[in-house]
Structure formats: C-alpha cells, structure tokens
C-alpha cells in the first residue's frame, strides 16, 4: 500500500508562487527603504571665498525702488538714479562684491513693463540673482 495519491508521475503544470511572493515582498520593502533617502528642496546658494581678501566687501543689501507718478523714479537703496545712468552705477556697485543680488522693489500702481528696464539694467551690470519684492513679500504674508 503506497501512500502515493494522484495519478501518475507526470510532471505537474502548477507554478509555485511562494517564491515569487518572497521576491516580491523583498522588493517592495527596498523600495520602501530607499524612497524617503531621495533629496527634495529647493537650490541654495553657497557662500563664495572672496576674490581679492584686501578688498572692502560691502554686505548691505541693494534694492532698486520703482516709483509711480507722471515718469517713474528710481532708488537704489534710498538715492535717486536716472534710469539711463541705472546700469553704470549698478555696474560700480557690484564690481567689488562677491554675492551679486539685487532686489526690485516696484509700486502696486505700476506696470511690470516700466520694471522690466532695471531687470535688464540688473542683468547688464553683472547680478547673477534678481528678486523681485511684491506686496505679500513686503508685509510677511
């Protein structure tokens, strides 16, 4: 009396799925693993050495101001500029920095078309990053 029950010797045609579903769980729980490792965020900027360690680095902060009224008036940082002579004083203001940011400050009354000249004027000086100060950023919102 065999203990043999089936039918024959033939080969069988069932897959066996166990190991499958051991690879897969292994693969799921790597993938679970590794995706909280990916970075996310926003580019910085790091901090550049100074070119020349003799010279004086002014660290305030430059704002250009556009002004509303008949003909729009610029500041930089509080001292009014013709528009035509913006990039000859930016230019001289950034020479001797290290960190080329400038801010455009514009009223709520203007165009954006009369602040895209001292965005351009920025960019012809030399200033790697222009932002851009909107009514939300001044208030903190």
Excluded: C, W
């Amino acid at each position: 009396m065999g203990m043999g029950g089936g039918g024959g010797s033939g080969a069988r045609s069932d897959i066996n799925v166990t190991p499958l579903i051991d690879v897969l769980l292994v693969l799921l729980i790597i993938f679970m693993v590794i995706q909280p490792s990916t970075m996310r965020g926003l580019d910085t900027l790091v901090p550049q050495p100074p070119k020349d360690k003799n010279a004086d680095v002014d660290t305030r902060t430059i704002v250009v101001q556009v002004l509303a009224g008949g003909q729009p008036t610029y500041k930089i940082n509080e001292d009014t500029v013709a528009l035509d002579t913006l990039t000859a004083r930016l230019t001289e203001i950034f020479q001797t920095r290290n960190d080329k940011v400038m801010f455009v400050k514009g009223d709520k009354d203007l165009d954006f078309g009369q602040i895209l000249p001292v965005i351009n004027d920025g960019h012809a000086a030399g200033v790697d990053n222009i932002g851009i100060i909107t009514p939300g950023v001044e208030s903190g919102h």
